[in-house]
């Protein structure tokens, strides 16, 4: 009986470790073709304002290049942000790698390889990789997306323009997916909230590959829906396009304030800063939800579940909307003045009612597929600070549990005595046991507030946590404290 048990379990481990090994050469491939797609997007971009210019379409050429500049010129503030205390040749061979566009494949062969956080660097090479993915999809890609789209949309059909569209929409697709797969198998997520995260199986390659395959095509097919629904309205009225996109942001921000969620979870400590970068976020959040449907976007610390299901399903009627006022304004010129460029009723019908026929097929397969117990997160109402309170008694280690930390008072204030009270009892042991992750930069986490033993603080508060909290500081004043939250928080919430 016992060898019998001893050889399932056996058969069990090899075929764990199997399927561990066959997910990682496929992580290790995604990485790579993810790097390769940003690439190519940015070499096609760059080409496209030639060819703008070349035709005398000044807008589109300047506003193209202002996008391709933008995110270069960030990318290169936020490296000398998190490599500057690395020396100048090391902030050199970084920016270098950004002005060259290999940034993506660097990220990527870091990862892959496993590197490890070097001494003076503030992040790790993941996070690192995910922050300025992120970057690139907010002042890049998604712009660079809209403004072709709506070029195309008026008549700028060359083949180089239209496989640049294609790229656009197959980079924003799949950065979309990939952030949200790296957070959902992300260890430590799965540890601070095993409630949330986890709807990527990761005991099957075929389940594995079925989600984030949906992933994938529910962020091209609304990234999709939305540009052509906006370009169309852009064509009719540029103040109409404006309003609308204001509107939805402005709801948004309505529906954070009235239910005192308003505030973003980075534990940046003063105030005006705090407040300045949680309206930026929401903002920043808002419209990337709303232009690749990504499913990070229903974390409760960003716009929750149900606004995200809402934003999703009302896509397509949004299309239908601006569609058939496209339409309308078309057929309000004589025949022989309608543009050249005009699309045909049945062309505008039929391209969003596939569209949105693949998007709403692919939001009902996701939700059949997953495991059922992570349903909830596509309908919660649930609050960040919610969130934060099931986090902090869900967690299933202390380490897990100290995540609650990371989050600026706001979102713990309510259970501040909970969190007291198991500091002063786990500090000591700790500090005993000499737990490895409780370092000095775990300790300098730690407000003054919440430890009323002055001597349990004194012990925790050496000259070398001080010193932790003083670059702590200076950094949160920095600008990467303001902008890597605010272009990035969906990569780097817990």
């Not at 003076?120 to 997306?145: C, Q, R, W, Y």
């Not at 716009?303 to 058939?324: E, H, Q, R, V």
Request: glycine letters at 6%; a positive charge.
């Amino acid at each position: 009986m016992r060898k019998s048990i001893r050889a399932a379990v056996g058969v069990k481990v090899k075929r764990l470790s199997l399927i561990r090994s066959e997910l990682l050469d496929l992580h290790t491939g995604v990485l790579f073709f993810g790097a390769g797609l940003s690439i190519i997007d940015m070499i096609f971009d760059i080409l496209m304002v030639y060819e703008f210019a070349l035709q005398g379409q000044l807008a589109y050429a300047s506003a193209t290049l202002g996008t391709v500049i933008a995110s270069l010129l960030l990318q290169l503030v936020l490296t000398f942000e998190f490599h500057g205390k690395e020396g100048w040749w090391s902030i050199l061979r970084e920016m270098l790698f950004v002005v060259l566009l290999i940034k993506p494949g660097i990220d990527a062969s870091r990862v892959v390889k496993k590197r490890k956080r070097r001494v003076n660097s503030i992040l790790d090479p993941h996070t690192e990789m995910l922050i300025f993915k992120s970057t690139e999809l907010v002042l890049e890609v998604i712009p660079g997306a809209i403004i072709q789209a709506i070029a195309f949309v008026s008549g700028q059909r060359s083949n180089v323009a239209t496989l640049s569209l294609i790229s656009s929409l197959c980079t924003v697709g799949f950065i979309s997916a990939d952030i949200a797969i790296e957070k959902d198998v992300n260890k430590r997520s799965r540890m601070y909230a095993p409630f949330f995260y986890g709807i990527v199986p990761l005991t099957s390659v075929r389940g594995t590959v079925c989600i984030s395959i949906l992933f994938l095509l529910l962020s091209t097919s609304q990234l999709s829906l939305r540009i052509f629904a906006l370009a169309l309205c852009v064509v009719e009225s540029r103040s109409i396009a404006a309003a609308y996109v204001g509107i939805e942001v402005g709801l948004m921000l309505v529906i954070k304030l009235i239910r005192r969620d308003f505030i973003y979870w980075p534990a940046i400590p003063n105030v005006t800063p705090l407040v300045l970068m949680s309206f930026a976020s929401r903002c920043a959040v808002k419209l990337i939800m709303d232009f690749t449907g990504m499913l990070q976007a229903r974390h409760p610390y960003e716009m929750g579940g149900a606004y995200f299901s809402f934003t999703l399903l009302t896509t397509p009627l949004i299309g239908l909307y601006f569609g058939s006022r496209y339409i309308a304004y078309i057929e309000d010129f004589e025949p022989n003045e309608r543009p050249d460029f005009a699309f045909a009723s049945n062309q505008v019908y039929y391209t969003i009612a596939i569209l949105g026929a693949l998007q709403i097929c692919c939001y009902a397969l996701l939700i059949k597929l997953v495991d059922s117990k992570y349903r909830w997160t596509f309908v919660s109402t649930m609050t960040g600070k919610q969130y934060c309170f099931k986090g902090f008694h869900e967690a299933s280690d202390d380490f897990s549990k100290f995540e609650v930390l990371t989050n600026n008072r706001f979102l713990w204030k309510n259970f501040e005595e909970e969190i007291k009270e198991w500091l002063s009892t786990s500090i000591p042991t700790w500090l005993a046991e000499e737990a490895e992750w409780f370092d000095d930069a775990m300790k300098a986490q730690i407000p003054d507030s919440l430890v009323d033993d002055p001597a349990l603080l004194l012990e925790i508060r050496g000259q070398s946590v001080a010193r932790v909290i003083r670059n702590n500081s200076r950094r949160r004043s920095s600008i990467a404290a303001m902008i890597v939250p605010t272009i990035a928080g969906t990569a780097a919430e817990g």
